[in-house]
């Protein structure tokens, strides 16, 4: 039996929470299959541990993270501690140090959850968003000078490396190509942003030669946004900057029902570091302590990290349990419509995983 040593932070709000309703659920795969256990080390890393320690995460985290093989993550944030702390003293220095430059998030409207979108069911819902996760808009790059005076300056500078474009790109060639799908969108403004999404439209023309059986499209992240909702079957794979796709797959999610339904893999295809995987709801501090968060997000993150690990029957065994669940439409939490507690759906997955 294979052993996977996985490095589990819950983080803030309900993070501590959905992340316990998904170990639940892979150790029931594990458990069905017989072909794998995973060994949880638990950080008490967070917006707590900055409020006790002045920093998110001690100075040799990452250093400790490196000899995992992958890492869940439930959520960061919290109303005392300022965003921008807590995202850049956690989240990003690992997706950069460990090059985990692919944002995996898919799209999908599972079935028996009613979207917003009248006539659009799980048959036009399901394509997968991939989003370059360690540079462009969150490059990090930038100051302000004359600060406190009435000329006070702020620069965000946007930073596009042929390297991280071309990987990214190809990257969603090669998803699809892998995965039986047969387009690639790409996603920018290059309308208004002369410089570096020209460059980006550029580079995909050129990697998208390699790829004859791809079809290929291109979209403003305006007309993209618009087309998620008018036309969602109209995309197979979208690859985009890590602003652009950050908040389209935010878009995506709601197309999906609810945000406490969307997973997200943080990967580094070469698999030198490990890769991150997490729900994208947040710490949802508004239910915070409630037993009402939808854990379905985490565990189908869950399922993604089995995916990613190559348990691929288990993690296909937990995506059907959740189906199942979520079809009969009996146990679902108050964010599907539901009166179901975060324990009794995971009760449910993990039954409906055992009977399969």
């Known amino acids: 039996m294979q052993t996977y040593d996985i490095a589990v932070i819950g983080g803030d709000g309900i993070g501590p929470d959905v992340i316990e309703a998904g170990k639940q659920v892979l150790d029931a795969a594990g458990d069905v ?52 702390i807590s995202l850049w003293g956690l989240l990003l220095p690992i997706r950069k140090a460990y090059r985990q430059y692919v944002n995996l998030r898919p799209i999908k409207l599972l079935r028996g959850i009613d979207g917003p979108l009248r006539g659009k069911g799980p048959e036009q819902i399901d394509f997968v968003c991939v989003r370059e996760n360690t540079e462009g808009e969150y490059a990090g790059v930038g100051g302000r000078v004359h600060v ?37 969108t790409s996603i920018t403004k290059s309308n208004a942003m002369q410089y570096n999404m020209v460059f980006w439209d550029e580079v995909f023309a050129e990697v998208a030669k390699g790829y004859p059986d791809i079809t290929t499209s291109k979209y403003h992240v305006d007309a ?13 794979v979208v690859v985009a900057s890590n602003l652009f796709a950050d908040i389209l797959t935010d878009l995506g999610g709601a197309l999906q029902g609810s945000l406490g339904l969307p997973p997200s893999a943080n990967i580094d295809p070469t698999r030198r570091y490990p890769a991150m995987f997490e729900p994208v709801h947040g710490s949802a501090p508004d239910i915070h302590g409630r037993n009402i968060a939808n854990p379905l997000a985490a565990i189908w993150a869950g399922a993604m990290m089995l995916d990613f690990l190559g348990e691929h029957e ?13 079809s009969c439409g009996a146990v679902l939490t108050p964010d599907l419509g539901g009166t179901a507690t975060t324990q009794e759906v995971t009760d449910a997955v993990v039954q409906a995983l055992r009977a399969a």
């Not at 060994?39 to 990452?62: I, K, Q, S």
């Not at 288990?314 to 979520?326: P, Y």
């Open 148 to 184: 406190g005076t009435d000329h006070e300056v702020a620069l965000q500078n946007i930073v596009f490396t042929r390297t991280a474009v071309e990987r990214i790109i190809r990257y969603a060639f090669d998803y699809a190509k892998s995965h039986g799908r047969t387009g690639v």
């Open 224 to 236: 993209a946004a618009a087309r998620f909702v008018t036309s969602p079957e109209s995309f197979d």
């Open 314 to 326: 288990a993690g296909e065994l937990v995506m059907n349990a959740m189906e199942t669940v979520t």
């Open 33 to 84: 299959t017989g072909s794998f256990r995973l060994a949880y080390t638990e950080f008490p890393w967070g917006c707590e541990y900055y409020l006790e320690h002045g920093r998110m995460m001690p100075a040799d985290a990452l250093q400790t993270l490196e000899q995992f093989q992958a890492i869940y993550l439930g959520a960061v944030g919290y109303p005392t501690v300022p965003d921008h």
